[in-house]
Structure formats: structure tokens, C-alpha cells
């Protein structure tokens, strides 16, 4: 596995986890820089390489190809425009990390499976796309579509009735080129079957998709429509008080 997973990161990755193994020999990293400012750069980038590796369709730079990512690119333009701290604002950001949740407890259940398949230290790498991941480096396309539809209607991994996300085909296609495709799809049949029409609950974000594209919608034509509202609850506390 060791060789094979080092042969992915040439491939995918181009970074540092396929050094020789010479480099062992090297001064290591101390786990906390001496700079302060250096460990913070490094968790700030850190946060923005998790909100881009969160889209759907990676190689889509408009994010607007799936609905899903449409709104979450939506809201987020939103709230750049909306006043901190206004409860508009304070909205978005619910609507925002509601669907955050959800993309993050689908990439925690693959995360789970790849770590219970012993790719305890390969995991994050493996569940990383970028946004320009590309379908011509991909080694198995074709076959890696027919298990993202296998994973779809014989488990409840997505826990959705919506398209799975197309970031997921490149992350089969790499399960594929180690050979372990097979092993994950059977675990995650036995981890998350499929569950029965009467136990079935629908997501939350199938629930307020239409609900939040309206809205999206309503900000971009809304001008100043926060700040009227933050105006007008102002205008109705002052009653409050003054009876």
C-alpha cells in the first residue's frame, strides 16, 4: 500500500508526501513554529483550502452548476455585501454553516471508512480535490461513476435523493488506481445501509434549497434591504419602550 499510495501523490498530489524515504534522515519540523505568525498563516490557509475543497463539481470556477453549490456561492457573495453584525448578516451565517454541516458529515462518513480501512495517516489527503481537479487525469472514469451511483442508491453514505456530488468521482477514481475501491464499498454498505422509505428523513438542505434560492435571489435585487430591516426593528423597540 505504502508504494502504491506514494505513487498516487506523484500523480494527484505533487507534494511533500511522496518524498524518499532518505528524508527521514533530515532535521524534522518542530510541531509549533518559533514564529507565531507563521502557525496562524498556516491555520488561515488551512480554513480557506476547507471552504474551497467543499464544493461539489471542482472543476465548476462559477460554483454554479449544481444548485447546491449555486446558493452556498450565493449566500456567501451575500453576506460579503451584507453589514457585520446586522441580522442579515447573522442570518446568512446560519444558512451558510447549515449547509457546511451537511457536506461535512457526508466527507466524515468516507473519512471514517478510509480510517477503519487503515488509511489512518492517508485519509485527509485521499478526501482532498481541489478546485481544479480535471477529468482527463482521471485514471477510471467510467468505473468510478458506476460505484458513486452504487454508493448512491445502495447506501445511505449521502443520505440524499439528490445527484451525489461530483467531487466524490475523483476521490473513487483514486480508491480505484490503490485497489481499495472494493473494500470501501462494501463497508460502507455495512456502515451506512440504506435506509427504509418509512425511517427515512428528508435533508434539511433538500428541505430549504428552495426556500434559500429564493432568498439569494431577493439579497441581489434586495439592496438596502437589511439595512431597512435593522431600521425598522430599531423603530419597533423604541415603541416598545416608549409604551
Known sequence: MGSAFKRFCVQFCCCCCCADDDDDDDEKQPLVPQDPLEYFNREVQKRRDEETNLWSTPGDPSHSERDDD??????????NKTRMGSSGYRRLSVDIEAMRDTRREVRDKWQTILENLGFMAEAETLLT?????????????PAARAMLNMLHSETSIFNSREPPPERYLFILDRLLYLDIADDFVAKAKRFYPPKEDSDEETPGLAINLPLLLARVEAMNGGGNEDDDEDQSEREDGNLSDRS
Open 70 to 79: 449555486r446558493v452556498l456561492y450565493g449566500l456567501l457573495q451575500a453576506r
Open 129 to 141: 480535490v481541489s478546485a481544479g481537479a480535471s477529468h482527463d487525469r482521471m485514471r477510471n472514469a
